[in-house]
């Protein structure tokens, strides 16, 4: 995508470009606090016609141990109340190793562990790959 439209932000391997923290329906007539974080990767190999993550990616592969930074760094701010849901929106792909290292898996899923026990997902969650990150990281088996 990033050819036919080549206006990309800067961006760093060791931040992720946003953060949001916001309530969210839960399914069950209440809310869910969730942290959506918007990870800073390689670009995602689809492209995508409909997607606009591609602005905020990398211009290499990701380095290594970068992504988990990213969610780690979100994950120990403090927050004045229990964080419930975790959504990780990718400027790259879970499935490309060009843009999440495999070796980096297991480390994302420990760090996500508290909400992978919840046993429902956040209806936002509709867009495809979020759905598939999603389903990816709830069948994670730590070595």
Same mark, same amino acid.
């Given at each position: 995508?990033?050819?036919?439209?080549?206006?990309?932000?800067?961006?760093?391997?060791?931040?992720?470009?946003?953060?949001?923290?916001?309530?969210?329906?839960?399914?069950?007539?209440?809310?869910?606090?969730?942290?959506?974080?918007?990870?800073?990767?390689?670009?995602?190999?689809?492209?995508?016609?409909?997607?606009? #993550?591609?602005?905020?990616? $990398?211009?290499?592969? *990701?380095? +290594?141990?970068?992504? @988990?930074?990213?969610?780690?760094?979100?994950?120990?701010?403090?927050?004045?109340?229990?964080?419930?849901?975790?959504?990780?929106?990718?400027?790259?792909?879970?499935?490309?190793?060009?843009?999440?290292?495999?070796?980096?898996?297991?480390?994302?899923?420990? #760090?996500?562990?508290?909400? $992978?026990?919840?046993? *429902?997902? +956040?209806?936002?969650? @509709?867009?495809?790959?979020?759905?598939?990150?999603?389903?990816?990281?709830?069948?994670?088996?730590?070595?």
């Amino acid at each position: 995508m990033s050819q036919s439209n080549p206006v990309s932000r800067p961006t760093s391997a060791d931040q992720a470009y946003h953060v949001e923290h916001e309530w969210e329906p839960d399914g069950k007539g209440g809310y869910a606090h969730a942290t959506t974080i918007f990870l800073t990767a390689s670009e995602c190999p689809i492209g995508c016609s409909m997607c606009d #993550l591609w602005q905020n990616t $990398l211009t290499v592969p *990701t380095p +290594p141990g970068a992504i @988990v930074r990213q969610i780690k760094t979100v994950l120990d701010e403090p927050l004045d109340h229990d964080r419930q849901w975790i959504k990780l929106y990718n400027s790259g792909n879970f499935f490309d190793p060009r843009s999440i290292p495999p070796a980096d898996y297991a480390a994302i899923a420990k #760090l996500c562990e508290p909400a $992978l026990s919840l046993k *429902t997902i +956040p209806t936002s969650v @509709v867009i495809a790959c979020c759905v598939s990150t999603t389903c990816w990281m709830r069948n994670w088996k730590s070595p």
